[in-house]
Structure formats: structure tokens, C-alpha cells
């Protein structure tokens, strides 16, 4: 008797596992764990959704283009050649959807984004994963890697939990070695706290086969409304313009998200008191004799001697009511991600791994 079946790739997704929000039951906790905004969302953000809260009745507009209009001007590019999605995850998932299929390879890179193999499998796609350098992208790796049947390069850029940047220099050099066929992604959901980089805005500018995807879930607190957009050569935008909903986001999400955009301020104070307590905590860790990279995002990632010691720290923190992001399925079992809070967390954090370091 013939069965229901699923699609292809589908039974070979993993479920994404979020950064966990609370300790045995206990809510009173800090969680650094998932790279949000220790300032929250912006008051303008709020405003904005008091004010979009009084025409909940009506449908939300098809497209998106008072916020592709807010988006083009705070960051100067063609609003016809942006698309919005319920988060980046979205984007990234029309990326895959409309330009790869099963037979075809996407790569991404051992440490990259744990949400790409996911994404890559929902499109009935093959992963293909690439060996980073010392926790950074190696760009001959990856062009080693390509194939005929390559279709997509999905890039975390800074990356995700590294931290660490693959320079401008050495993002041309990736892109000027693709062949045509293959779309080069930049994810940038951490472009704003990486001072001087454009988060690939001016490759997808330039070349056909380079898309940028960036977030409001970061610098702008909104993880919890699920607002994303792209960037890229208008093609291949009205490509994934076709597979997206129309009203994929709502009235809410896009009312706020405008607000937000255009909230420079906000993103200004942000990254200052980031820059600040990033470096501050990579300084205090380091001088715990814990290794840790330079990081280019609103984290950092503090590696052990081993995943043992790692699991003792964690539970330390865990102790003390703090929540960080053990990443072993990113491939650094000896590591903890930690997310760079204000100064009082800060000062927590440290606390905590002074005691450890003193107990140990
Ligand atoms: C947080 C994050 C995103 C953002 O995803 P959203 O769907 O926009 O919330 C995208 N890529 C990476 C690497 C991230 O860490």
C-alpha cells in the first residue's frame, strides 16, 4: 500500500535548538545566551507599536514599501532591491527555496549559522560543509569545495558563535572567485557591531551573484517580532518576492520595524555601550588566562581546556543564575558563548569567572 511521504531532505532536518531561558524553573535568571539586546527594544520601537496596535483589523501591506523606502534611505540603497522576511531565517529560507533544490549543494562553513543545514534540507538541498582556519572562514576552502552542482555559498559574516570577521579584502577575493552560477550569501546580522564593515551591502551593489541579509533582532532588540531583510541584484529579488507570502509580515512588525530603522540613535548608544563591555569582558577573560578572540559582534566566545572545564563553568554560571550558550553543535565542545550585557552584567560575568578561576 502506497504511504504518505514526506518531501526529500525533509526527515534530515535536526530541530534548531534556541538559547535556553531559564534554570530548574527559575525566571529571575540572566540570560546571556542568545545575543539579545541587554537595552531591549527602543522606545520609538515601542511607540510605534502602541500606535499599530489601534489598526489590528487591517490587513498589512503587501509590499513592504514604507519599510523597503525607511530601509533604502538610513542605509542608501534601491528599495526595489530589498526583500523583508519574518526574521533573517526567512530570507535566508526564500535564498535556498528559490535557488536550490534536491541534487543541488550549499555550502556553508564549519562553524556557520546552525540554522543554514536546516534550511538547506527544507529546500531538499545537500549541506556541504567547509573546514574554517583557526575559527576563520578560509576562503581557498571554500572555492576548493565548489562543484557543478554548487548553487549557494551561505556566509556568516561576522561570524556566529567565532565572533571573528573575514576582512573586505578577503570577501572580494571570494566573490571574484565564484563561478557565475553560484549565489554568494553574506549573512550580516551582526554588521552593526562591526565597526567599518557595510555587511556586504556594496558587493551585493556590484555583482550579480551576491545577496547581503541582515536583522532586527540584534542591534535593534527585536528578536521577539521577527523582522529580517535582504539585499541584493533585483532578479533575484523578484525570485523570492514570488515564494514569499504576501503577508508574511504584519502590520505590527512592519510598523515597528520602520521606526526602528530609522532610529539611528539608537543604534549609535547600542554599539557604544557594546564596543565598551565587549572589550572589558574579552580583557578581563584573557587575563584569566581563558583564550578568546577578538570579537566583532555583541558576544564573545571564551574557550576552555576542554569541554569538561566548560561544563564546570557553565554550571558555575548556572549557579549564579546566569544562562550562556554552550555550542558544542557548532563544533567548540571546550566553549561558551557569552553575550555582551551592560555594565552591571558585565560585572557579573567576570565575577562569577574570577570565583571559578580562584576555586580552581
Ligand atoms: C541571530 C542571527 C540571525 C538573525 O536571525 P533572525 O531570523 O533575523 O532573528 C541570523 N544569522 C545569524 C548568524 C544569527 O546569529
Known sequence: MRKITPQPGIMDI??????????????????????????????????????????????????????????????????????????????????????????????????????????????????????????????????????????????????????????????????????????????????????????????????PNVIMTRTFSKVYGLGGLRIGWGYGPRELIEVMTRIRQPFNLSGVQLAVAEAAVRDRDWVETCTALNAQQRARLVGAIRQLGVACDDSHTNFVLARFADAEEATAVDQMFQDDGIILRRVTGYGFPEALRITVGDEEQTGRVIETLTRWREQA
Open 14 to 207: 535536526a530541530l534548531y535548538e534556541g538559547g535556553k531561558a531559564t534554570i530548574g524553573g527559575r525566571t529571575d535568571v540572566l540570560k546571556l545566551s542568545s545575543n539579545e539586546n541587554p537595552l531591549g527594544a527602543p522606545p520609538s520601537a515601542q511607540a510605534a507599536l502602541a500606535e499599530a496596535a489601534k489598526t489590528l483589523h487591517r490587513y498589512p501591506s503587501t509590499d513592504h514599501a514604507d519599510l523597503r523606502q525607511a530601509i533604502g534611505e538610513v542605509h542608501g540603497l534601491d528599495p526595489a532591491r530589498i526583500i523583508c522576511g519574518v526574521g533573517s531565517d526567512e530570507v535566508l529560507q526564500f535564498v535556498c527555496q528559490a535557488f536550490a533544490g534536491p541534487g543541488d549543494e550549499i555550502i556553508h562553513t564549519e562553524h556557520g549559522f546552525s540554522m543554514y543545514p536546516v534550511l538547506i534540507h527544507m529546500a531538499g538541498a545537500t549541506p556541504v560543509c567547509v573546514p574554517e582556519a583557526e575559527r576563520r572562514v578560509d576562503v581557498d576552502a571554500i572555492l576548493a569545495a565548489v562543484t557543478d552542482k554548487t548553487r549557494i555559498v551561505l556566509l556568516t559574516n561576522p561570524g556566529n558563535p567565532t565572533g571573528t570577521i573575514l576582512p573586505a579584502g578577503e570577501l572580494d577575493r571570494l566573490a571574484d572567485g565564484l563561478p557565475a552560477h553560484v549565489l554568494l550569501v553574506i549573512d550580516g546580522a551582526y554588521t552593526e557591531y562591526a565597526e567599518g564593515f557595510d555587511g556586504g551591502a556594496a558587493l551585493a551593489g556590484a555583482r
